[in-house]
């Protein structure tokens, strides 16, 4: 849209919770610093936040596909940059060596892991999995009955809504037994402190969590034209990959 800024800023701005509706209240005086929701509309949900801080933290595994983003996809190398190496688990990457009369493509790791893979039995091997998913006839039916069964199921259960909540007091219990030993001076003003951010962090984050898992058990899909979708187009599976 235009937006020119420097990679530091941008950073920044992909942290501030004013895009799921919170604003950060600074610390004054006596009055600890603390998180409220704000008057305007979110432009993504609380969960989607978290989401993003978690990758951004490192705490979730990112699969980088940029190799096979940017490279010339030939069929030879159709699953460059998306094959997870059995070794390191880093990605592989693909490549041509020149024989003495024709090029042989390979599918390989770094030279220090050493990893390669010819890459016609690879793509055989690959298609060939793909046509597993493909319902054999009879299963298709079946398939969209477990899936609506399984859907109303889930609109039923509440045990992870009862878990999340279980979460958010459990956390509330921590920080009333960390101001109990901040007022028998087991622990410092400090220490507390500390538990109770990070108590806080942890009640936002399951608070987010429920509202989106109500959020969800309320919503009424069309669950059956998605099955039957979803049936057609695991029938086309091989194709689509074609």
């Known amino acids: 849209m235009g937006l020119k800024c420097s990679r530091s800023s941008f950073w920044d701005f992909i942290r501030n919770l004013g895009y799921c509706d919170k604003i950060r209240v600074p610390k004054f005086k ?3 610093a603390q998180l409220v929701d704000g008057q305007h509309e979110p432009l993504i949900s609380e969960s989607l936040f978290y989401k993003v801080q978690d990758i951004l933290d490192g705490r979730k595994r990112q ?5 096979g983003a940017k490279a010339v996809l030939s069929r030879s190398l159709a699953l ?38 010819k890459t016609e039995p690879t793509n055989i091997l690959f298609e060939r999995m793909l046509k597993q998913f493909v319902p054999k006839p009879g299963m298709a039916e079946l398939f969209q009955a477990v899936v609506c ?24 219990n921590r920080i009333t037994k960390a ?23 942890l009640i ?12 969800e058990t309320s919503e009424d ?3 059956e034209g998605l099955a039957t979708l979803a049936t057609s187009n695991l029938q086309k599976l091989p194709q689509f990959y074609a």
Do not use: M, W
């Open 63 to 67: 699969f980088n596909t940029k190799k």
């Open 221 to 223: 899909l069309d669950i």
């Open 80 to 117: 460059r940059g998306f094959l997870i190496c059995p070794k390191c688990n880093e990605l592989l990457t693909g490549s041509a060596s020149k024989g003495r009369k024709n090029y042989y493509h390979y599918y390989h790791c770094k030279s220090a892991c050493g990893i390669r893979f």
């Open 30 to 32: 006596d009055e600890a």
């Open 179 to 201: 101001r109990e030993l901040l007022l028998t001076d087991i622990i410092s003003g400090q220490e507390y402190q500390n538990i109770k951010a990070e108590c806080e962090n």
């Open 149 to 172: 069964d399984s859907y109303y199921e889930l609109k039923t259960t509440r045990s992870d809504c009862s878990r999340t909540v279980e979460i958010v007091t459990e956390q509330n």
């Open 204 to 215: 936002v984050r399951a608070e987010a969590e429920l509202k989106r898992l109500n959020e």
